[in-house]
């Protein structure tokens, strides 16, 4: 859709369509929608705004903690809902995007269930074991949905319970959790996830070959990673030894994979910018900390990371054609 | 979608005598977004360094407001020469955003120190100044970045004075007047496209206030606290639904459908209805009207931008004070049986054909 956007666009800015044609020349590329395309959109857009609606105003519910309300009569306000859900579900079917719909809602309001218990419990409302148990709860769920957004919250729960996890025990198991620890696991689990997705999705599982969710999982991965670098570049003595050569491998897996396996131009440029972020970083560690001519430094860190991004971007550009 | 190479779309238009000659090949400078968002966040990175050595090395300047205020208009003036005479070299063009940013930063600065303007007047003329850079600086990322820098400026400049809520619906008025004009002036697309972009971004750093204004810019809610806050809240609502009924309203001329017409009509019902819940879920309509001129246009970034907003709208309502947690759900609650009405009333009166018939993405 976006190529033909592009050509359309591009014909008309050379004068070689005339601009009053554009809106019908779209339209006969099928990038503007027709009023099928409408009655679907329309349809969809009502369909997930309500679902989230619905979930936030339950979530949003319990988070205002009516003191005149009973326990029991909260518990019944968070699981009739679920319950409503499950049956629609159940009529249905979970093949039809009605019934993914529901298989959403019903994941986030067992989150909302799940955190009332807390409340009223007084487990606490942030702990790492209200996700972890979240993630738990609706994991048969997210297998039978057969649905990437649901998959991605999911994984999202999972970062999340292990960031609070490592905030609640670190200090307990410090001599196994150091700062970076967290980064650390939250650069395996999303890369895990990463691998697992497109190893899944080459496997022939259609539902998985939707680009935005591994480019999604691959942010996550590599903003991780990146991060752990400039770490080490910063902290030098300690972490470059295990640090380094695990981004430069992380660097290497992606040119592979998402260059020569999958051509992924996005995942390149995250790893052009990641690649600019971390050179920045070492010269910066290089050349401020050791001179007295600190513009000079400046001018020529600067230079070099508008050099980098030229090449990288003339590069990334030329694999883009390629892949068109 | 019909499944279509460039070159058969090419043939077609030819069929229609709207094509002549052979196809015309690719543009060098075609780019994705990402390679262009990349080399933005890198101008960034580069101007951050190049501002670095003009503080270091040229430390007289920054000692003299003034002489600072004329040097970074000297370099923006540089950055348009560049834009204006090397647009194919890569290295050149990517050397005049960064040099332009860091020549905009030393104007704001100086000017703002040389004439001790603070606050809300510093902001305005800050947004003044970028708007001037977006409408005439010859680049693609810098007209992107200088609308969203105008726009952004502009919403902090009225959060000051207490109408804060006012600046996404002046942000959604641009964006609907950017995007549904997106073909009106075809000798400046280059323009008003990446405007559009930029008031598309700025929309969501508005939306997003509550959080943006504490954490980046200091700028409490006793800023907020002016006696006509509540006015401009319904203002901004009001302002908001006028743009989404007028952007329907145009959409259903350009599809051919009769206001009158059972279609026409549900749809400004569902315009109407929208809006009258703008006034208490603010910033509802604002991502609604990204995503629907999104899918009227093709256009995936802008439909991304718009599910980006409706994040955005959710995450920013539970954090506003305007409202009790309990009024806001109520208020979620009946949005969602509305949307859940009008979906079963939709199924009702215009049956979906088979799924897949109708696969626009």
Known sequence: MSDLRADVLEWIDAGRLPPDAAEKALRIAGVMPSRGDWRLFFDRLCLWLGVVFLAAAVIFFFAYNWQAMGRYGKFAAAEAPILIACLAAWRFGLDGVAGKAMLLLISLLIGALLALVGQIYQTGADTFELFAAWAAAILPLVLLARFSALWLFWIALLDLALVLYCQTFGWFFRFAFDKASVWWMLFCLNTLALCVWEGFASAGIEWLRERWATRVLAVASGATITALALWAVFDFEKEWLGTLPAYLAWLAAAYFGYRHWKRDVFVLAGGVLSVIIVVTALLCKALLSHTHDSGSAFLFIGMAVLGMSTVGAMWLKSVAKEAA | ?361
């Open chain 2, 1 to 361: 979608m019909r499944s279509m190479t460039s070159q058969q779309l090419w043939q077609q238009l030819a069929e229609l005598s709207l094509a002549e000659g052979e196809m015309p090949p690719a543009s060098e400078a075609r780019s994705p977004w990402y390679i262009r968002l990349m080399q933005g966040i890198a101008g960034w990175i580069g101007a951050l360094f190049l501002l670095g050595f003009v503080g270091a090395a040229l430390a007289f300047l920054v000692r003299s407001p003034s002489a600072l205020a004329v040097t970074g208009l000297l370099v923006c003036g540089s950055a348009f020469f560049i834009f204006s005479t090397a647009s194919r070299n890569d290295f050149a063009m990517q050397f005049g955003f960064a040099a332009s940013l860091a020549g905009q930063t030393m104007f704001l600065f100086g000017q703002a120190e040389a004439l001790r303007l603070a606050g809300a007047e510093s902001f305005v003329v800050a947004a003044l100044f970028e708007a001037l850079l977006a409408a005439v600086m010859p680049n693609f990322i810098h007209r992107v970045a200088s609308s969203w820098a105008a726009m952004a400026a502009f919403g902090y400049a009225m959060q000051l004075k207490g109408a804060g809520e006012m600046a996404p619906a002046i942000a959604a008025a641009g964006v609907a007047a950017a995007w549904l004009n997106e073909f009106r002036w075809p000798k400046r697309h280059d323009v008003v496209r990446p405007v559009g972009y930029g008031l598309v971004a700025a929309l969501l750093q508005v939306e997003a206030f509550d959080f943006l204004a504490y954490g980046f810019w200091g700028i409490s809610h006793f800023h907020g606290g002016a006696p006509w806050r509540p006015a401009t809240h319904y203002a901004g609502a009001l302002l908001t639904s006028v743009v989404l009924l007028g952007a329907t309203l145009k959409l259903l001329r350009r599809e051919g459908i009769a206001p009158g017409s059972a279609a026409g009509a549900a749809s400004i019902a569902a315009a109407v209805a929208l809006g009258c819940l703008s006034m208490i879920v603010p910033g509802l309509t604002a991502a609604v009207l990204v995503l629907v001129l999104g899918f009227s246009l093709g256009n995936r970034i802008l439909v991304g931008l718009g599910l980006l907003a409706l994040a955005a709208f959710l995450s920013n309502y539970y954090y506003q004070l305007q409202a009790t947690l309990m009024t806001k759900s109520m208020a979620l609650a009946s949005s969602a049986i509305l949307l859940l009405s009008i979906r079963v009333a939709m199924k009702a009166k215009w049956p979906l054909r088979a799924e897949g018939e109708t696969t626009h993405a």
